[in-house]
């Protein structure tokens, strides 16, 4: 089988040995991971680590809480990134309203810069969105008409019902190690709900330990094949059939994977 992390973020920082964390995550026959930038310097990292390694694409962008040191010029930066022949979205980007002191509106900026940027090139977008789902949908609703090249929505957490909205302005989802926890109740109902062919999977390494490996850091793509099996298994379709579309689903959306 294939399969397929399209969101983690691998750094030397957490994993000392990047060398040996590639061998253990194709041994596990993760054979493509999306190493996900959030700001200039894990950008250019994962652009690096592209370079290196033939099974890591990558994502470049500014991520909602990562904007302390934001300036103008950033974008082209992250544009410039984003041109390579191996990044296959703008991400990760979007809103985060969980720490109080956030500045919504420079959030808000900065989002939509990088949707228009995502346009402006052709690629879609992988998107955070955490304790924000009325202003998220907000978004992505009134700048429907921009996301030409689609998007992903990563470790989505909100309701079913939002997430159908969502699935109708044409976006994806994917989902995390906490999908496999008993207790997840929305994650497994909007992976029940949703078109088999919009739903992926991540772990968003080095965060996120599925169940078998809860309370563990760092988490590694190795966990890609128990996700997918709980995606298969709430579906009701054989883990083998299940991997085939993960991995058809990835590449469908990101068209930069080869
Ligand atoms: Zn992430």
Redesign the pocket.
């Known amino acids: 089988m294939r399969f397929i992390d399209v ?3 691998i750094n030397d920082s957490d994993y000392g040995d990047v060398d040996a964390l590639i061998k253990n995550i194709q041994a596990a026959e993760v054979h493509k991971i999306i190493s ?1 930038g ?1 700001d200039l310097p894990s950008s250019e990292y994962c652009r690096d680590l592209a370079e290196k390694y033939g099974c890591v694409y990558f994502t470049a962008g500014l ?1 909602p809480t990562e904007l302390k040191n934001y300036r103008e010029g950033d974008i082209k930066k992250i544009e410039k990134l984003a041109r390579h022949e191996k990044c296959v979205a703008v991400g ?1 980007i979007g809103l985060d309203y969980h720490y109080p002191d956030t500045d919504k509106p420079l959030q808000r900026e900065v989002f939509l810069k990088q949707i228009d940027l995502a346009q402006k090139l052709n690629l879609p977008v ?1 998107i ?1 969105s955490r304790d924000c789902a009325e202003d998220t949908l907000n978004i992505l609703k009134d700048n429907a008409d921009k996301f030409t090249a689609g998007g992903l929505l ?2 989505y957490s909100y309701s079913v019902e939002i997430a159908k909205e969502i699935e109708k302005l044409g976006f994806c989802f994917s989902f995390g190690g906490t999908s496999t926890y008993s207790g997840s109740k929305r994650a497994r109902r909007t992976i029940a709900a949703l078109d088999i062919d919009r739903i992926m999977t ?1 772990t ?1 390494s080095p ?1 996120l330990a599925s169940k078998s490996k809860q309370g563990v850091f760092p988490n590694t793509p190795e966990s890609i094949p128990e996700i997918a099996a709980n995606v298969a298994e709430i579906r009701g379709v054989p883990l083998e059939e299940m991997s085939g579309r993960l991995w058809q689903n990835a590449h469908t959306l990101f068209k930069k994977l080869r």
Do not use: A, N, P, T
């Open positions: 969101h983690c973020h996900v959030f991520h990760e992988q955070h990563h470790c991540e968003d965060y």
